[in-house]
């Protein structure tokens, strides 16, 4: 199956901060999503973008499909994006592989 | 709020019992899935139905048995389990499973086998 592969594992910032997640895929896929599971469990869709760049407020992504890479970019951290970030690949059958996270503290 | 709504929000239940979880969304999805998710872990996928129909069981115990009575509404039922099993199980639905589209992930059932 599809091995994804994020990076840090761990990350602490300051409030204010910028960051930058990696998600690696071993093969071609034509749907890649991230998720921000926050400390209570809620597992909540931030971006569907198996291609190319999209933002949404303090948040973006990029994928390059061709390199079989995406990253999440968050700026200005605040403490309620602490959390667990996953990205989760598909290659046209059912279903999503997730990777293990990237499980990022903010401290005020 | 999420609009994938699952009952109940905890379930303490012993190895002897019979329970079932239930997931319910009103999006019109066609897809609905259920994950099961160990601390400190992803998800994995358990399970998946496209228009009602089974149409993924990634090699699940048969002491997990899933259901989906209709478009809108997806059960896991429980029985014999072992604490091992204790997780927090994840339904999630998407407008089809053959469609790549946006998962939307209801807030969980943490599950504790005693």
């Known amino acids: 199956g599809i091995q994804v592969e994020q990076s840090p594992p761990d990350l602490i910032l300051q409030e204010g901060a910028n960051s930058t997640l990696r998600c690696n895929f071993s093969?071609?896929?034509?749907?890649l999503q991230w998720f921000h599971q926050n400390p209570w469990g809620q597992l909540i869709n931030l971006f569907y973008?198996?291609?190319g760049t999209k933002q949404n407020g303090r948040l973006s992504a990029t994928t390059v499909a061709t390199e079989r890479y995406s990253l999440l970019y968050i700026s200005s951290s605040q403490t309620t994006d602490s959390g667990v970030y996953f990205c989760?690949?598909?290659?046209?059958?059912?279903?999503?592989?997730f990777g293990k996270g990237t499980h990022l503290i903010i401290q005020p | 709020d999420t609009e994938v709504t699952q009952t109940p929000k905890h379930l303490v239940m012993g190895m002897t019992n019979k329970k079932s979880l239930k997931c319910e969304q009103h999006?019109?999805?066609?897809?609905m899935y259920w994950y099961k998710q160990k601390a400190k872990k992803p998800p994995e996928l358990m399970f998946v139905?496209?228009?009602?129909?089974?149409?993924i069981n990634e090699s699940v115990p048969s002491r997990f048995s899933p259901e989906c009575p209709n478009s809108s509404l997806l059960n896991l039922h429980l029985h014999a389990l072992q604490p091992e099993d204790s997780a927090l199980y994840l339904c999630?639905?998407?407008?089809?499973?053959?469609?790549?589209?946006?998962?939307?992930f209801g807030n969980g059932t943490r599950l504790t086998v005693t």
């Open positions: 999630a639905s998407s407008r089809a499973s053959s469609y790549n589209s946006p998962l939307h």
């Open positions: 093969d071609s896929v034509n749907n």
């Open positions: 973008i198996p291609s």
């Open positions: 989760a690949v598909g290659g046209g059958a059912d279903g999503l592989t």
């Open positions: 999006m019109g999805h066609r897809a």
């Open positions: 139905y496209s228009y009602e129909k089974l149409s």
